[in-house]
């Protein structure tokens, strides 16, 4: 009789995040207004926010951006700029500063 090994079922567990769902960092107002920016950034209304989006947005506002200034920014991200990915970024950023009244407040 041969004898078999008991297979073992082993997952990967993947590194925890700083939270695990971002739309959980901000109410619903805020989404809202991140929602409006992400759309006033996406001119070609394709869901991504690419090189030439943020080329013309700033064009937009008087701005003439480097490729070089663009590239940074682009590489901000780890992958495409999403909505969620746009949403994750602003999070990260604004992980650790004060809230909005206590900056109002300062001045």
């Known amino acids: ?5 008991a297979k073992t079922k082993t997952t990967k567990k993947r590194p925890q ?3 695990s769902n971002v739309f959980a ?3 619903q107002s805020q989404i809202q207004e991140f929602k409006e920016a992400f759309n006033m950034i996406d ?3 394709d869901g991504f926010i ?3 989006d943020l080329h013309d947005m700033l064009a937009s506002m008087g701005k003439n951006p480097t490729d070089e200034y663009l590239d940074a920014m ?3 991200a780890p992958g495409p700029i999403n909505f969620t990915m746009f949403l994750t970024m602003f999070g990260e950023k604004l ?3 004060d809230p909005e009244d206590v900056i109002r407040n300062a001045f």
């Open 74 to 76: 682009m590489n901000e």
């Open 17 to 19: 995040r700083a939270t």
């Open 25 to 27: 960092m901000f109410d």
């Open 95 to 97: 992980n650790g500063t």
């Open 1 to 5: 009789m041969s004898s078999k090994r």
């Open 50 to 52: 690419d090189k030439e």
């Open 43 to 45: 001119q070609n209304r």
